[in-house]
């Protein structure tokens, strides 16, 4: 008993030197590490540079999707993309810690271009986790962020009109009259009661394919592992292209277009969020990897559950664990994701079939 408590100490010794080390070993050689939806190659580089420099996993995304925001990737992140119905660029973003499981974000977010910085005044500075519209934008231009700016473009304004020169079409509207043309648009029903008629017809539904793709409705999801093992999350967005007013998509929802948990990993997500969010792929995504599922399965997981209800949806998920292992999956069309960690020269991108 007395040798035993004279080894008890060196036992303590070993176990936390075996602990510290091990910790080191798996820091060096996984983290950091950098994952963003789709090959938006300098956005990944900006995350990198932040977070290879020593700053947190929350910087590393926040300079991420900052720079896709000034960038204005594919005219779907930032100003300048994706008008609405009246012609009108809005932004929608979000910032999540991994640690605290803090978040911040903001939707439907008019003159102001600071999508991903003004989500980090939310998390940092209320205890709300998501502002919305007008009020939105005076908050961000409180704190100082720069505004009111016109967030529209050139580009997006002529897209528009020759949306408008095509009757609006294609749009987001069911059940409406006038069903192939520009609105004040009325509900169906409502038309034939007045009229005294019993009609079903409810006119061709527009496929959801037709209004999804990658020019016309993306998100930029970042994850960043930082050099301690910490975990951030973040997203921007301008939306759906021709969207109606007031709407708001995945992109601001917390375990839609991304989750991260410390403690188990992150998850990021793109594509139709008017039916992504109702599945909340993300937190799935997390939730299946805590049960045991390898990044793949989970992501091929939580895809799946919406496939099955929704089989024309587009969109797709990547995951990481806290290990670093990363995957993807999608459906309804090809996807890639962009990486960078220590063991690479560059960004490198990945492509999932669906």
Known sequence: MATKNLLLPYVMFLTLLHLVLGHEAVKSSQYPLVVSTWPFLDAVRAGWRAVDSGL???????????ACEELRCDGTVGPGGSPDENGETTIDALVMDGVTMEVGAVAAMRYVKDGIRAA??????????????????????SM???????????????KWSKWKENSCQPNFWKNVVPANG?????????LDLIEGTCSKDMGTVEPRSSLVGLHSHDTI????IDNMGHIAVGTSTNGATFKIPGRVGDGPITGSSAYADDEIGACGATGDGDIMMRF??????????RLGMEPKIAAKDAISRIARKFP???GAVFAINKNGVHAGA?????????????????????????
């Not at 459906?331 to 999932?352: A, C, I, K, L």
């Open 120 to 141: 980090r005044l939310v998390m940092e500075h209320t205890k709300h986790t998501l502002l919305v519209g007008e009020q939105a934008s005076a908050f961000a231009i």
């Open 221 to 224: 999801a970042m994850a960043a």
């Open 182 to 190: 520009c609105g004040p648009y009325h509900p169906r029903d409502s």
């Open 280 to 289: 909340l792929p993300c937190y799935q995504v997390v939730e299946s990897m």
């Open 312 to 314: 024309d949806f587009v």
């Open 330 to 354: 999608c459906h309804g069309w090809t996807f890639q994701y962009s990486v960078r960690s220590p063991e690479m020269n560059d960004v490198e991108v990945f492509t999932v079939q669906p």
């Open 56 to 66: 947190s996993a929350v910087d590393a995304v926040v300079e991420g999707c900052s």
């Open 144 to 158: 100082g962020l720069p505004g009111p700016t016109n967030l529209s473009s050139s580009e997006s304004i002529a």
